[in-house]
């Protein structure tokens, strides 16, 4: 089945490091590809998306790049802050019995100080 | 924006007691889901719904059961609450999925 592989985490780093966190994945077909953001105590947020190969998805200065040749997506901040310490979840959409669901990797947490 | 609401933050309950997690969105959305989130394992499905009055199993359904008897709400059920079912759940909607789902807040449930 569909799966998504994500480096363990922590990940620690000081404030405006840069970030890669990285994703690859396993999928039949054409999935989409998204990163989702989740706070202490909070549900999960999507954070950016790409819907097709080569597709570049953007927020809040985190950019990934849809990479179908070596089933990727890596999630890139060129300056952190320590507001962005959170668990980020790379995830696929997926066919499921003939529906289509989401498949999430296990989360990296990243831990930024000041 | 499409909000997702999670009836309950935090619930504790005992073993044996029957638990009715509720989630309700706003936005018209056709597919609603139960996911549970567990450290080191990340999201897993339990189950999911396509239209009302229709389930299905997601990977791991067992000691769970859904209701989804209005367009708006889908419920989980824990028939017998048991310790290992003690978690963070997290319900989402999505019209089509290829743009994403929209998740809720979380319940953290502990059963005693």
């Known amino acids: 089945g569909d799966s998504v592989t994500q480096m363990e985490g922590p990940v620690t780093l000081s404030e405006e490091a840069f970030l890669t966190i990285n994703c690859t994945y396993t999928?039949?077909?054409?999935?989409?590809l998204f990163w989702y953001v989740q706070y202490p105590g909070e549900g999960l947020q999507l954070l950016l998306k790409a819907t097709k190969a080569d597709d570049k998805g953007s927020n809040k200065g985190f950019e990934a790049t849809y990479r179908k040749e070596t089933t990727s997506f890596h999630l890139e901040k060129g300056s952190v802050q320590v507001s962005d310490s959170a668990v980020y979840f790379c995830?696929?959409?997926?066919?499921?019995?003939?529906?289509?669901?989401?498949?999430f990797g296990k989360g990296t947490m990243l831990l930024v100080s000041p | 924006d499409v909000k997702v609401t999670q009836s309950s933050r935090y619930l504790v309950k005992r073993t044996g007691e029957k638990v009715f997690l509720e989630c309700v969105q706003d936005?018209?959305?056709?597919?609603m889901f139960w996911y549970r989130q567990d450290p080191g394992l990340g999201l897993r499905l339990i189950y999911f719904s396509y239209d009302v009055k229709m389930k299905e199993k997601g990977d791991i359904p067992e000691g769970y059961s859904v209701s989804r008897e209005k367009k708006e709400r889908f419920s989980l059920i824990l028939e017998s609450a048991s310790t290992n079912q003690t978690s963070m759940y997290l319900c989402?909607?999505?019209?089509?999925?290829?743009?994403?789902?929209?998740f809720g807040s979380g319940t953290r449930l502990t059963v005693v």
């Open positions: 999928a039949t077909g054409y999935p989409s």
């Open positions: 995830a696929l959409t997926s066919s499921f019995g003939g529906y289509s669901t989401l498949t």
């Open positions: 989402a909607s999505t019209q089509t999925g290829r743009y994403g789902y929209t």
């Open positions: 936005m018209d959305h056709e597919n």
